[in-house]
């Protein structure tokens, strides 16, 4: 069992930056993360096992990365928009994605962390 603790959301003015981090407890393939914004269902915006895979409507803006140990991900998030408040979740698992759709899909992840909230106001 892998658990999972995010760190790093708060409020930030749109054009902003912030940094997301998930600590897991035990070593995995595959790091993610998912958002939920208001009012909608979860959805995916970074994964990484070894090649790093983005939703489209964050590319150029966030770059996900892990440490030398595997065991911490993160999530730069550069010039922020209103849009990207949500609470964001970190996800990790144990298969290689492959493909996008593949790193996209929820039931490709095993663990998944509390979530963290992220507001950016305009």
């Known amino acids: 069992q892998v658990q999972l603790v995010e760190s790093g959301g708060g409020m930030v003015q749109a054009g902003g930056s912030l940094t997301l981090s998930c600590a897991a407890s035990g070593r995995s393939v595959t790091m993610g993360w998912f958002r939920q914004r208001p009012g909608n269902v979860r959805e995916f915006v970074a994964a990484?096992?070894?090649?790093?895979y983005y939703v489209e409507s964050v590319k150029g803006r966030f770059t996900i990365s892990r440490d030398g140990a595997q065991y911490t991900v993160y999530l730069q998030m550069n010039s922020l928009k209103p849009e990207d408040t949500a609470v964001y979740y970190c996800?990790?698992?144990?298969?290689?994605?492959?493909?996008?759709?593949?790193?996209?899909?929820?039931?490709?992840?095993?663990?998944w962390g509390q979530g963290t909230q992220v507001t950016v106001s305009s």
């Open positions: 990484i096992d070894g090649f790093s």
């Open positions: 996800a990790a698992g144990h298969q290689t994605f492959g493909s996008v759709i593949s790193a996209a899909s929820a039931r490709n992840y095993d663990y």
